[in-house]
């Protein structure tokens, strides 16, 4: 084992006290309800300590630092600690879901999300990529082994996804883990995305839509149209799923996808025209901006580039949605001026 995990079920007392005493009376997301959360994590209630971290790193809370801060109350949580000689060791108990987001620090630091171009982290750094690999999917096994939390599941998905594609990360992956090979590997992550997916978890079905995606992509190249009907149908399977509990990447692609036909992958595009419904399309633009995050801004100006004429006599509701797309994204603004 790459590291030598404590396990105990104190963590189970800690979240019922953050139940009884935060969810029960104050609700979830209230002031009240977050302010008691920084109090008992300061008290040392790991339930609370996880979730101070998830309210720094998503940005609830503005504090200078905020990658690092949350990364050191992740760790904290998991009652993990980093040795002089630089190894990593269980020092105390740990609330198994604080796991998964180290390991999502592992996984993603300065390759992907907003780890990718954020703060440094001297820990992160002295730990070679094949490291990461092989801790990150320790640290997840573990979580899971306690709770299947969607995210982890995910993340499982993606950890033997990329470690199947090369041997360095396929040995240090099943240093904790038993594949026979690689393609074992590599068809285990599709059952976990699957797992996340019908779980709920937004970001697994926008994994497998990006994988029927490529199909789709593959079937029209090759001329075999006859086929791509079955893997529409979970392209938009999943595409909906994720859509339909607002995440914004893939409204914004299921309502291009009702407009215009378009599915994209990484090596092309293709416009399936006879899918196309221009109300659907509407409806699905607007799902990707209820809970706006970044990517909604692509909402607003497909929305102003495909249905211009919702604003030809509502000059309000064209100089709302381009200040939204101001606010969320600067850089789509430039191009939307220019509709």
């Known amino acids: 084992m790459l590291i030598s995990m404590i396990w105990d079920e104190s963590y189970l007392n800690d979240l019922n006290t953050y139940t009884e005493e935060v969810v029960a009376r104050a609700g979830v997301s209230s002031r009240s309800a977050e302010r008691e959360v920084i109090y008992m994590a300061e008290k040392g209630n790991l339930v609370c300590t996880k979730l101070y971290g998830d309210m720094i790193f998503y940005k609830k809370i503005h504090v200078p630092h905020a990658q690092t801060e949350a990364f050191n109350l992740y760790m904290a949580a998991s009652g993990l600690t980093v040795m002089e000689n630089g190894e990593w060791r269980q020092k105390g108990p740990a609330y198994p879901q604080a796991y998964w987001m180290v390991a999502y ?3 993603n630091y300065k390759r992907e999300s907003d780890l990718k171009d954020g703060e440094t982290n001297p820990v992160l750094d002295a730990l070679p990529l094949a490291k990461r690999f092989g801790m990150a999917a320790e640290l997840t096994r573990a979580c899971l082994a306690k709770s299947q939390v969607p995210g982890a599941l995910n993340l499982m998905g993606r950890i033997l996804k990329e ?12 240093e904790s883990l038993s594949f026979a090979s690689p393609e074992e590997m590599k068809q285990a992550s599709v059952a976990y995305y699957e797992a996340a997916a019908d779980a709920g978890y937004a970001y697994a079905c926008n994994n497998l839509a990006a994988s ?11 001329g075999k149209t006859e086929e791509i009907p079955a893997v529409v149908d979970r392209y938009l ?3 909906k799923s994720s859509a339909d509990r607002f995440e914004p990447y893939a409204a914004n692609r299921l309502g291009l996808f009702y407009r215009t036909g378009e599915v994209r992958g990484t090596n092309g595009t293709v416009h399936l025209r006879e899918y196309t419904n221009a109300e659907l399309g509407r ?18 100006f497909n929305l102003l580039k495909y249905y211009h004429q919702d604003y030809d006599n509502n000059i309000d509701l064209m100089n709302e949605h381009m200040e939204r797309i101001k606010e969320l994204n600067p850089e789509v603004y430039d191009i939307a001026i220019e509709l």
């Open 105 to 107: 620090y592992l996984m």
């Open 237 to 239: 399977r999943w595409l």
């Open 283 to 300: 409806e699905y633009f607007y799902k990707a901006v209820k809970y706006p995050e970044k990517s909604s801004a692509w909402a607003y």
């Open 212 to 222: 029927e995606a490529e199909r789709i992509v593959e079937l029209s190249e090759a």
């Open 163 to 174: 470690a199947s594609r090369e041997q360095e990360l396929y040995e240090a992956v099943n």
